[in-house]
Nanobody
Framework: QVELVESGGGLVQTGGSLRLSCAASGRSVTRDAMGWFRQAPGKEREFVAAVSWGGLSKYYGDTVEGRFAISRDSSNTVSLQMNNLTPEDTAVYSC???????????????????WGQGTQVTVSS
């Protein structure tokens, strides 16, 4: 069993930045991909970013490409640097651990077994 705890959410103005962090515990996730999804009220869950177990391969959703950066800080932690935030980025951001490939995370969210509780990010206009 894997427990995921996110931190770093909050309120920021348009154009600002936030850094989210996620720590995994319970078992080793050294060989697992990690990533982030988000969900805004009334909207479907959206893939944000994924990083491979080695930290070298990174993938981003179209709406965040060029503004967000995911990194594997250690074997069991992942962070998401979010820059140039807009009100459209307002959502609950959830960390995930995925035993599949990071490149497939965007389309295989239904197969992901481990999800964090989520952290709220609110961007004011």
């Amino acid at each position: 069993q894997v427990e995921l705890v996110e931190s770093g959410g909050g309120l920021v103005q348009t154009g600002g930045s936030l850094r989210l962090s996620c720590a995994a515990s319970g078992r080793s996730v050294t060989r697992d991909a990690m990533g982030w999804f988000r969900q805004a009220p009334g909207k479907e869950r959206e893939f944000v970013a994924a990083v491979s177990w080695g930290g070298l391969s990174k993938y981003y959703g179209d709406t965040v490409e060029g503004r967000f950066a995911i990194s594997r800080d250690s074997s069991n932690t992942v962070s998401l640097q979010m820059n140039n935030l807009t009100p459209e980025d307002t959502a609950v951001y959830s960390c995930v651990v995925d035993s599949g490939f990071a490149r497939d995370m965007a389309v295989n969210s239904h197969k992901i077994n481990y999800w964090g509780q989520g952290t709220q990010v609110t961007v004011s206009s």
